[in-house]
Every structure is written in structure tokens, then in C-alpha cells.
């Protein structure tokens, strides 16, 4: 099992490693990415990077769990799906990396089925609060979990994994207000019950 840190030192070493992945692996994928250039540019060494991680493969795995839960804890559910799509659009507009390491897992691991092996686990709360507004009478019948699928995908129409469009922070804000304002309205008539 990997080292964990003991000092604010090494604390700060294993953070600078993941926020250098972070980029090496958007970039490049798993197979791409270069541990060279991960050490170089976080300014440590393979030794420092193996004791925390392991491996290049382990690196990814630790980065890819933080980054679903940087997610989830930035862009709770709530009880207004739209709302929560919207909040995942800022969310994929300020980290595009994140959806970048999804991304790459569906492609170099995982080409069916469940991105993660504890998806269940880790949407088990969303899964429960859709299922609970479609008792209420507010969301629409169906499999709980393929209305999450659905409002998620909505929420990536202008994600770095668009076919179409892949949106930037950098664009102006009345773009992304009308953008928010579509995927809103949208998302209120695809779940909306009845």
C-alpha cells in the first residue's frame, strides 16, 4: 500500500504531484502521460511519486476517485434537477480536466458498463432523491438512476466531450447565461412528471 504523507511537506509534494497529473493525464491519457513530466513539473522525483501512488496506474486511480468526488462536492443534487445540471456546466467550465480523466477511463479502461466499480455506491444518494421526487410526483416514472444518465449527459452538451461544441470559461458570460437558460428549460421538460 502507498505511503501517506506525515509531513505539511509531504502534504504539499503529494498535492503539487496530483495537480500536475491532473493536466498530464487530461492531456495525455493514462497511456500517454509520462511520469517524467509529472515529476519534472511538480518539481519531485519517481521515488516521492511511487511511495504515495505506486504506480503511474495508481496515480490515475487516486486522481480519478478525488476528481468524482471533487464533483459531487461541488456540484451537489439536490431536489431541482435543472438546477443541478446547470451547477454541473460551471463545474465541467472551471475543471474541464475532470471530465478529461472520465473521459480517458471510459476509453482506455472501461468501454461499457459503469465508469467506476462503486458507481452504485457513490450515486446511491442521487439515486434515492430522484426516486423520492418521482414518489412526490415531480420527476417523471422511470429507473431512477437512467434519469440521472440522462440529466448528466444533458449537462455535457458543451463539455470538453462534446461532439458538437466544447465550451471555455474564457467565452463571454452572456453565452454561457443563454447556454444555462437552454440546458435549464430542457432539463425541466425532460424530467418534469406528467
Known sequence: ????????????????????????????????ARVDRIVAAASTN?????A?????????????????????????????????AVRLYDEYLRRPDLIRLATWTRLERRPAGHLVDDEG??????????????????????????????????????????NVYAATAEEPEEVHERRRALLRESVRRVVAAG
Do not use: C
Open 1 to 32: 500500500m502507498p505511503a501517506q504523507p506525515r509531513t505539511a511537506r509531504g502534504v504539499a509534494t503529494r498535492e503539487r504531484i496530483l495537480e500536475v497529473a491532473s493536466r498530464e493525464f487530461a492531456e495525455y491519457g493514462i497511456a500517454g
Open 121 to 162: 455506491e457513490r450515486n446511491e444518494h442521487k439515486v434515492r432523491g430522484i426516486a423520492a421526487s418521482q414518489e412526490a410526483g415531480t420527476v417523471r416514472p422511470g429507473d431512477p438512476f437512467d434519469v440521472m444518465a440522462m440529466v448528466i449527459a444533458m449537462s455535457m452538451a458543451w463539455s470538453p466531450v462534446s
Open 46 to 50: 519517481k521515488a516521492q511519486l511511487y
Open 52 to 84: 504515495y501512488f505506486g504506480s503511474k496506474e495508481g496515480l490515475f486511480d487516486t486522481l480519478f476517485a478525488e476528481s468524482l468526488d471533487w464533483i459531487v462536492d461541488a456540484a451537489p443534487i439536490g431536489d431541482d434537477l435543472a438546477d443541478w
